[in-house]
């Protein structure tokens, strides 16, 4: 008996020893065996997970602070396949409440793509719409508890941002809008992508708590303050749009900027866009260069150009403000003829009457006597046909075409100085006058007044692109031009404030080369208060209607824009201003 | 059989056959059975059994600790990645609520607000301007916050420091001059 367990026994222990053994010897077999690799990824594949981390997009603000573009939070809805139990209830669910098609939807879930666990049906719902299908999913998980039917089991609702404009249209052509993908078009939103973007930081996000780390911080993209005024923009937004109907112009542009130091206060384009609805805008524009005209749409500015002739032949000593000539009507150079808007002759004329009465005549004689080397070092100097380097996205070149040039001819240097034949986006020609209204020097137009990231702001210094032209020059032009206004009883004038300005109707090359008669560019360009400029605005109309010439269409606007922005930059009528100075 | 007779086992099963009649002779039975438990080892015995359950005690202890450490590690972690969602949540609740704030006072809605209260664009000949001494324009705005950013806890040494470390730190603060030394 005792001998019998002992055998029993000794067998026992020699089989779980060959099974102990068998199995250490298959994990050891398995552990250096050739699909060992593959266990250990399959292993590190459960282990956790590689998650991208994006950093919410900076916020753009004006310069008081007022939200330009923000986000918003919206979410993707999709279904954890493993998980749904009623694939009809969830499509019936989004097409009800998201639009989804039913058919579509019920066979994406039937029928998903091989190896997906997770499947993407609709994404950037509103939080209403999500919100509402969250409840509609509790309610239906109470009520079919009983029956073991949970009708909206496996939608799931993921949360992330998404561009937003709380203002809407407002300054749609300054901030540029954001595509789903998260990359800014035009505008801000373009030249400074990479700043507003951020950098996003992929992490391993292990599954095993005891190895759960803090996730890196990752800083959100950089704000931006403008240097927009949400008020004044509104305001300019109106009474360009105002404008625009009333004299039946295709389109129109206004910009109000600070002469001293290049700060956009408003920048207005028509037609806007609201930037929450941006997939209309292959509806609303034909081409990109419509969506910023000031920035990115190039013409031929016409008599506001004389402005730059006349204070370059002002600084030359070519002429001075009291130097009279004989305007005999035409003007003969290169072969050709130039003549007056009103193809007449207005007799004796000094240069303030040349500016007050737009002589193409005076400033083509003006242009040869100053000789075309002068000249077009000059309008270099004024940064014509040059970008300006603005911080918005898209800006047009223009075209100055000098005797270098294989297609320049001597008339070109008559047709030039009144501002035909040379190509300018608004943003160039304001730039240039701003060196007349800020005792010559040329400020650097920008949109961009700081930067906040990390906790610190960086503000935009001003910078001076150049002196193309002395002080007294400036000085002695804008007093010429707020003289000119004045005796010409200028509609764009505003009492008790003294302006410089001039209009510029300008006609407009066709495909072939040959000016249209009937349609025109009618725009003014002026600042104020002489003594010292507050602010510069130029207003352009393109193709108005109801009258080609600026002086009718154009003006008006910029008086009603200055009317208004007196009050809004609270800027007291000169002898107000006077007096309080004195005080 | 006594308690020492069961402890010992049989070879010290022989001397309980005689049975002492008195006190004394139970006496010298006694001392010549620990005489005898002394010879056969007993204490040997006992100190293995007092080492192995020692042994076993501390293996206990170690685990003990070990779980309670992983456990509370692992509760640790699973609060980070709560908290780590939390954060993510409220920033995009943060980001949402603002841009409902600004929706709300936007230029347009402010507009409609003060006209259907009565409100109408000033006129700018009726406004009278006035010298206020101390007075500045507005400037535009500042946006860097006052409130100073905080570190991550983990940034801490105390989170990221060795016992190295930290004893390489002490000596060479230590060898430091006192001129150098910090207070």
């Known amino acids: ?43 590190a594949r459960y282990a956790g997970s590689l998650e991208t981390l994006f950093p919410e997009r900076g916020q753009i ?10 986000n918003r939070t919206v979410y993707e809805v999709g279904v954890s396949l493993a998980d749904v139990r009623n694939p009809n209830s969830i499509a019936l669910a989004l097409s009800v409440t998201l639009g989804l098609d039913y058919d579509k939807t019920l066979n994406s879930i039937k029928n998903p793509p091989t190896g997906t666990v997770y499947l993407v049906l609709d994404d950037f719902v509103d939080s209403d719409k999500a919100r509402a299908l969250q409840d509609l999913q509790q309610q239906l998980v109470d009520q079919y508890k009983a029956a073991g039917d949970a009708s909206l089991a496996g939608l799931g609702f993921r949360a992330h941002l998404q561009r937003s404009y709380p203002e809407n249209s407002l300054a749609s052509n300054v901030i540029g809008f954001v595509n789903r993908e998260g990359h800014g078009y035009y505008g801000v939103e373009e030249k400074y992508n990479d700043l507003l973007a951020g950098l996003p930081v992929t992490v391993w996000v292990p599954e095993d708590p005891n190895r759960a780390e803090e996730l890196p911080k990752v800083p959100k993209g950089a704000d931006l303050i403008l240097t927009i005024n949400r008020e004044i923009q509104a305001m300019v937004e109106t009474e360009l749009q105002k404008g625009v109907t009333d004299s039946g112009a295709q389109a129109g542009t206004a910009v109000v900027i600070d002469p001293h130091n290049g700060e956009i206060l408003a920048m207005a384009s028509t037609p806007e866009m609201n930037l929450n609805d941006f997939w209309q805008y292959g509806s609303i524009y034909k081409n990109a260069s419509e969506f910023n005209r000031a920035v990115s749409m190039q013409y031929e500015p016409g008599s506001v150009f004389k402005i730059l002739t006349m204070a370059a032949a002002i600084d030359t ?61 000059y309008m270099q100097r004024f940064g014509i046909g040059h970008k300006t380097g603005i911080d918005l996205a898209m800006e047009a070149d223009g075209r100055l075409k000098t005797p270098t040039d294989s297609d320049w001819y001597e008339v070109d240097l008559g047709t030039n100085s009144f501002g035909q034949g040379v190509a300018v986006s608004p943003i160039q020609l304001i730039t240039a006058a701003s060196a007349i209204a800020n005792d010559g020097k040329m400020v650097y137009p920008h949109v961009l007044y700081g930067m906040v990231s990390n906790g610190h702001q960086y503000n935009t210094p001003s910078q001076t692109l150049g002196t193309p032209i002395s002080p007294q020059t400036a000085r002695t032009v804008t007093e010429m031009l707020a003289t000119a206004l004045e005796d010409g009883k200028s509609v764009a004038r505003v009492d008790g404030y003294r302006i410089a300005g001039k209009t510029g109707t300008a006609q407009i090359p066709g495909p072939n080369g040959l000016y249209d008669p009937t349609l025109t560019n009618a725009s003014f360009i002026g600042w104020g208060p002489v003594d010292d400029p507050k602010f510069l605005v130029f207003v352009w109309l393109d193709r108005p209607i109801s009258s080609g ?17 007196v009050v809004l930059l609270g800027i007291p009528p000169d002898d107000v201003r006077h007096q309080l100075t004195g005080q | 059989m006594t308690l020492i007779g069961k402890l010992i086992g049989s070879r010290s099963r022989k001397p309980a056959t005689t ?30 059994v007092i080492f192995f359950v020692a042994v076993i005690g501390m293996l206990a202890l170690l685990a003990a600790l070990y779980l309670n450490v992983t456990a509370s590690a692992s509760i640790a972690g699973r609060q980070i990645q709560s908290l780590e969602i939390d954060i993510v949540t409220n920033e995009q609740v943060n980001a949402d609520l603002e841009t409902q704030i600004a929706t ?43 409130a100073v950013p905080v570190e991550a806890l983990t940034s801490s040494p105390e989170f990221n420091e060795t016992l190295i470390d930290w004893i390489s730190k002490q000596v060479a603060a230590a060898s430091l001059p006192l001129s150098e030394a910090k207070h």
């Not at chain 1, 004006?62 to 923000?70: E, P, Q």
């Not at chain 1, 010439?549 to 922005?565: G, Q, R």
């Open chain 1, 61 to 70: 603000y004006d310069r008081n602070g007022n939200l330009l573009a923000g």
């Open chain 2, 19 to 48: 049975r002492p009649d008195n006190i004394h002779a139970y006496h010298a039975e006694a001392v010549r059975l620990v005489a005898v438990a002394r010879e056969s080892g007993l204490r040997f015995q006992r100190q293995w």
């Open chain 1, 549 to 565: 010439w600026a002086s009718y269409v154009a003006s008006p606007v910029f008086h009603n824009i200055v009317e208004k922005l």
């Open chain 1, 317 to 377: 000593g070519t002429v001075a403000p009291h130097t009279t000539y004989l305007d005999t009507g035409y003007f003969e150079i290169g072969g050709s003829y130039i003549y007056n808007w009103d193809q007449g002759a207005w007799g004796t004329q000094d240069m303030i009457g040349c500016l007050e009465h737009s002589l193409n005549v005076c400033l083509a004689r003006v242009a040869s006597l100053m000789g075309k080397d002068q000249f077009y070092t």
């Open chain 2, 104 to 146: 709300l006072m936007s230029d347009s809605v402010l507009q409609q607000r003060a006209q259907v209260m009565g409100f109408v664009p000033v006129d700018r000949t009726k406004l009278e301007y006035i010298v206020v001494p101390g007075y500045f324009p507005s400037r535009p705005v500042s946006m860097v916050s006052a």
């Open chain 1, 1 to 43: 008996m005792k001998k019998t367990y002992q055998v029993r026994s000794l067998s026992l222990s020699m089989l779980f020893a060959v099974l102990g053994s068998v199995i250490v010897f298959q994990i050891i077999r398995i552990q250096n065996s050739p699909e060992a690799a593959l266990f250990l990824q399959q292993g």
